[in-house]
């Protein structure tokens, strides 16, 4: 297909639009499994995972915190 476009192309066989359309037209064969895919997507879903990870990781930099604060704590009273 690339060969053959290539070659109308240069030829004067297809025009710049109708080359255009072709190419438009391979991008939504690859982008459809992707559309339907984003389709079939719980947006629900999607945001309670993301709410539990934000708990998760305020969880851990809680207590990463925590740490930090005992190690300076420890060091300023060492001095």
Known sequence: TVK????????????????KKICAQSIERVLEPIR?????????EVEEIVAEGNRCAREEAAESM???NEAVFEISCST
Do not use: F
């Open 66 to 68: 925590k740490r930090v």
């Open 4 to 19: 053959k476009i290539d070659a109308d192309c240069r030829t004067g066989a297809i025009g710049c639009v109708d080359c």
């Open 36 to 44: 339907a895919k984003r389709a079939a997507i719980d947006e629900k």
